[in-house]
């Protein structure tokens, strides 16, 4: 076939199953390393967070390649081939997110020495909300997992006609396989091996797209053309999905949740030496993120160029939108043995590194907020075959997940617009606690309820009444430099996006579903962070508030944490309040930055004065 006029295209290699193979067998034998290097210290530490001894690069790396799951290595593309440049804007969420999570959240995690992030909520408020926190969070992310394993697996398999069931087992075993042996160092160093290949993958689809269009400026030519480029819409109408300010001010609360309390995200940087190398490591994301967004809507827009005459969605080559990239890949790339196969290994490295990230975040929380508590008298052995019998559970669960995704349809796609509601509330949860000292665990609890009822509300509500077209912003398709076109049922367009729809909205729509149900989901995050500190607020007010003389002020955000050269050890020794935890850290000598040496003194004082009272 003539590529960019339709019709089919050619299957996997020898030498692509060669390639695709090689990654899986290189992210086993990352994990086998770590476990033989490490095989002196089995302690629920040295597993959990890698002995606390990481530094920024390979964690800033694996902060990237961790959320950039299969479902974004070909989604992005997709998202820009369809609506254009916008999407870019996140760029701009990013920088702000890392920065935020680098001056506000790092520096109080990590002086509190916590390892599940779960652990704030019952020192701040008490252990029936962090029970609730960590059970929201466990629920999400299997769910999420299981998402992220079938998707990919899905349309690859479609387009590749590799075993759909095979790769998922596969997939779901060596995340087992590595996370088990050689725990959060081999997630670590994985994902640093990951994102190199999920890069590649990337920048061999821009180099080929750009030998056959005659260059990158043909490609940038083409997309101004096709109204690709005009990505700075400044319109601030909330219910538009895409804008500067939904993305900028909506994005960035929505990544700010992910990156600042959840589990997988803050193991990681909780995991560095040192104070200075957790806050590099958030800044040297953004590198990686602005990298990987770049690549990937760049990859868009050279499949636009590519197919601006021949849409293969409405002309039937593809089943759906997300294997738009995946035709591309073999489209354009079979002529070169083993290079298909590349791309295939980029998009299952972001499903590798997604999902055994979160593997070792549930194995985290399930450990240090249900295991330790009731049995305090485990050993370090015991743990340590808990940690490895528990990342086997997960990985098991996760791939059942993946094979009910399978049955379950539209409805998980419902399921995965819950996990990023959820996390709205959570993080107004945790603003609470860290800002406010008068909010109390009545009002902390209240709040999260009602934050949680109000964005399922208007979350179930857009997928049941989908938002009309002129706020989806499709942009136009064409199969006019088609060789064959199919008879079009226009109803089978709604995979552009899960509420698109290009057949005529029911008439018996009811008010609100052209006004709160069209929220843009980008602000379903702010809302519900808005509403769960402004109703805790307002509870703990009439419930009384919070006694000031039994708050430790290192649970809250202090001023000298913003931007501290010293990263948080002046800001220690000021602290009046003896901090039992800390204390029994620096017995132990932890690595950690928040427990340095030079400040046991200070401590040891401290518990003096005590004593003496």
């Given amino acids: ?243 500067f300010w939904t993305i900028v001010v909506g994005g960035s609360v929505m990544w700010v949740s992910i990156y ?101 975040a549930l194995v985290a929380v399930t450990v240090e907020d249900f295991i330790r508590p009731a049995c305090k008298n485990l050993t370090e052995k015991q743990v340590s075959w808990i940690n490895m019998g528990l990342s086997v559970f997960f990985g098991v669960l996760c791939i059942g997940m993946a094979a009910i995704a399978s049955l379950m349809g539209s409805i998980l796609q419902a399921a995965l617009s819950i996990f990023g509601m959820i996390s709205g509330p959570l993080l107004g949860l945790y603003l609470l606690g860290m800002f406010w000292r008068t909010a109390n665990s009545t009002g902390g609890l209240t709040g999260l309820i009602v934050g949680l009822v109000i964005t399922l509300w208007v979350g179930i509500g857009a997928q049941i009444y989908p938002p009309s077209a002129d706020k989806i912003n499709p942009l136009p398709i064409s199969v006019a430099g088609c060789n064959r076109t199919q008879d079009l049922n226009y109803t089978t367009l709604a995979p552009w996006t899960s509420a698109v729809t290009l057949t005529p909205l029911p008439d018996d729509r009811p008010a609100l579903a052209d006004s709160w149900y069209s929220l843009s989901y980008v602000y379903f995050c702010l809302l519900g962070t808005l509403v769960t500190v402004i109703v805790g607020l307002v509870v703990s007010a009439i419930t009384g508030g919070c006694k000031q003389e039994n708050l430790r002020s290192d649970l809250f955000v202090r001023r000298s944490d913003l931007f501290c050269a010293g990263c948080g050890k002046d800001s220690e020794a000021s602290d009046p309040e003896i901090n039992e935890k800390a204390g029994s850290e620096l017995k132990k000598g932890s690595n950690n930055a928040g427990f340095k040496d030079s400040q046991l003194n200070i401590v040891d004082k401290d518990v003096e004065k005590v004593t003496k009272m």
């Fill in 260 to 360: 600042s309390i959840n589990q997988s995200q803050v193991q990681r940087y909780i995991s560095c030496k040192t104070l200075t190398q957790a806050k590099l490591s958030l800044y040297g994301n953004i590198i990686g993120l602005w990298l990987t967004v770049s690549l990937a809507v760049f990859s868009g827009l050279t499949m636009y160029s590519i197919y601006k005459d021949c849409d293969p969605f409405t002309n039937g080559d593809v089943g759906a939108v997300d294997q738009l990239l995946p035709y591309l890949v073999m489209d354009i790339l079979a002529a070169y043995p083993g290079v298909p196969g590349l791309f295939v290994s980029a998009a299952y490295s972001g499903t590798l590194s997604t999902v055994s990230s979160s593997i070792n």
């Fill in 1 to 243: 076939m003539t590529t960019g006029t339709g019709g089919p295209v050619a299957s996997f290699s020898v030498w692509d199953y060669v390639v695709f193979v090689g990654t899986l067998l290189g992210a086993v034998g990352i994990g086998l390393f770590q476990a033989i290097r490490g095989r002196k210290n089995t302690s629920s530490g040295e597993f959990l967070l890698g002995g606390r001894q990481m530094t920024a690069v390979p964690v800033a790396m694996s902060l990237t390649a961790s959320f950039m799951s299969g479902i974004t290595v070909i989604g992005t593309p997709a998202e820009a081939y369809r609506f254009g440049a916008g999407y870019w804007i996140f760029a701009i969420s990013y920088a702000i997110m890392s920065t935020i999570t680098a001056e506000i959240f790092v520096p109080l995690f990590y002086r509190l020495g916590i390892t599940s992030t779960y652990e704030y909520l019952e020192m701040r408020f008490n252990k029936l909300i962090r029970v609730i926190g960590t059970s929201m969070y466990i629920i999400q992310t299997v769910l999420y997992t299981g998402m992220v394993i079938y998707a990919p697996a899905l349309a690859l398999n479609q387009i590749t006609g590799m075993n759909l069931w095979g790769v998922l087992v596969a997939t779901g075993g060596v995340c087992i396989l590595y996370c088990t042996l050689g725990g959060l160092k081999a997630v670590i160093w994985t994902d640093v091996f990951q994102m190199v290949i999920m890069l590649a993958g990337f920048v061999a689809v821009i180099a080929r797209g750009a030998v056959i269009q005659g260059g990158l400026g043909t490609i940038w030519d083409d997309c101004y053309k096709g109204g690709r480029l005009n990505a700075f819409d400044f319109d601030p109408d909330p219910l538009k999905r895409h804008t």
